[in-house]
Each structure stands twice: as structure tokens, then as C-alpha cells.
């Protein structure tokens, strides 16, 4: 069965760097994409970046660019993304999910557990 | 950015009842758009994609319609495993964008 299993919380300091991790199982990881959305305590769900499980292309959203990088190993079928810089509003669970279909058109049909992170002094 | 916009923010229900649910979006997004449910302390789980098509192992009381700007989530009778948050998402362009979400609660 497809499984996408991640990384324990994160406890961090403002201006500190992060890495996730996503590790998958079940499927082909080179068929699908991967995809990070989080969400901060209490709201919805905002999407942060795409990476192509095939050829590591990226797309990601305009308020991270610079900030976070998504890579994968597919030798280990797992995806990975730092963050830097960190901020108190980075406070969020931060979920990895399997893209379906070929981007733009995209549902995200498996996910991760999240990871919580905390962002504080 | 395509802004979703949901409606309404959140609703009171019983088991069995019908829970309509409408999501706006701020240009024509044809009929990419997507469902999700999520509960609580739990990561969201795909319902309906491409505005009206079912994921696999999804109960078909669940619903989807609309295309272009205007779209709506049926539940066609309400259990008690689906008081939860639903979102709609847009895939018809990235930045893929979520609405702020949906709660159903019970009444």
C-alpha cells in the first residue's frame, strides 16, 4: 500500500534552517510527484512547492522561493525539503503528498503524517 | 494567484441530513478543482478531483459539481465520520490555492 511516512517534530530558533523528510512506499516514485503543504495552528491549508519525482524539476510558491529547496533521492525513494530562515509564523504542521496527475492539473492523493515544527526563542 | 473562497465557514448538521457546500473561485477554472476532508489531527484525505470524479474507496454519498468559477460538495447524507473540515482546491494553474475551509459540526 502507498505510504508516505515523515520526520519527527522540529523544534527550532528564529533565523535557524530545517529539513524534512518524506520517505515513501508502495509505488513507483518516479511516476509521481511530490508536493509540501502546511498549516499553521488553527488555519487552512497552503500549498509550498512541487518536485517532480521523475526528473527533480521544482515549482514552488512565490512567498518561498529563496527560502525552501525540495530535492528527492530516488535511489531511497524519499523527498526532502529544507527551510531557512525560520520564522515565528513558520509555526506549522507541514504535510508531504503525492501529486496525481500531470501538473497543473493536480490532486494530492496520499499524504504524510506532518511534521510540527515550532518556531520560537 | 486563483483565490478560492468557501461557503459557508462552517455549519451545523445532523446524521442523515443533506450538507451542501460551495466554493467560489476568482477566475474560470474550468472543472479543475478538488475535495478534501480533513479531521482532526490528521492530514487531509482526497474526496473528489477534476470538480465531480470520486477517489477511489470514497463513500458515494460524497458529490461534486460545478464548473468555471462556481462548484459545490454534496454530502447526500451526513455520518457521523464525516464531522470534519472540507477544502476545495484549485489545479488549474500553480500556485495551487486552497479555500479556508468548510467545518461541519454536529447540531
Known amino acids: 500500500q502507498v505510504q508516505l511516512v515523515q520526520s519527527g517534530a522540529e523544534v527550532k530558533k528564529p533565523g535557524a534552517s530545517v529539513e524534512f523528510s518524506c520517505k515513501t512506499s508502495?509505488?513507483?516514485?518516479?511516476?509521481?510527484?511530490i508536493n509540501w503543504v502546511r498549516q499553521a495552528p488553527g488555519q487552512g491549508l497552503e500549498w509550498m512547492g512541487w518536485?517532480?519525482?521523475?526528473?527533480?524539476?521544482?515549482d514552488y510558491a512565490q512567498k518561498f522561493q529563496g527560502r525552501v529547496t525540495l530535492t528527492t533521492d530516488t535511489s531511497t525513494n524519499i523527498a526532502y525539503m529544507e527551510m531557512r530562515s525560520l520564522r515565528s509564523d513558520d509555526t506549522a504542521v507541514y504535510f508531504c503528498?503525492?501529486?496525481?496527475?500531470?501538473?497543473?492539473?493536480?490532486?494530492?492523493?496520499?499524504w504524510g503524517q506532518g511534521t510540527p515544527v515550532t518556531v520560537s526563542s | 494567484d486563483i483565490q478560492m473562497t468557501q461557503s459557508p465557514s462552517s455549519l451545523s448538521a445532523s446524521v442523515g441530513d443533506r450538507v451542501t457546500i460551495t466554493c467560489r473561485a476568482s477566475?474560470?477554472?474550468?472543472?479543475?478543482l478538488n475535495w478534501y476532508q480533513q479531521r482532526p489531527g490528521k492530514a487531509p484525505k482526497l474526496l473528489l478531483y477534476?470538480?465531480?470524479s470520486l477517489q477511489s474507496g470514497v463513500p458515494s454519498r460524497f458529490s461534486g459539481s460545478g464548473s468555471g468559477t462556481d462548484f459545490t460538495l454534496t454530502i447526500s447524507s451526513l455520518q457521523p465520520e464525516d464531522f470534519a473540515t472540507y477544502y476545495c482546491?484549485?489545479?488549474?494553474?500553480?500556485?495551487?490555492?486552497f479555500g479556508l475551509g468548510t467545518m461541519v459540526e454536529i447540531k
Open positions: 503528498a503525492r501529486g496525481r496527475g500531470q501538473p497543473p492539473d493536480q490532486s494530492f492523493d496520499y
Open positions: 508502495g509505488y513507483s516514485f518516479r511516476n509521481y510527484d
Open positions: 518536485i517532480s519525482g521523475y526528473n527533480g524539476n521544482t
Open positions: 477566475q474560470s477554472i474550468s472543472t479543475y
Open positions: 477534476d470538480a465531480s
Open positions: 482546491q484549485q489545479s488549474y494553474r500553480t500556485s495551487w490555492t
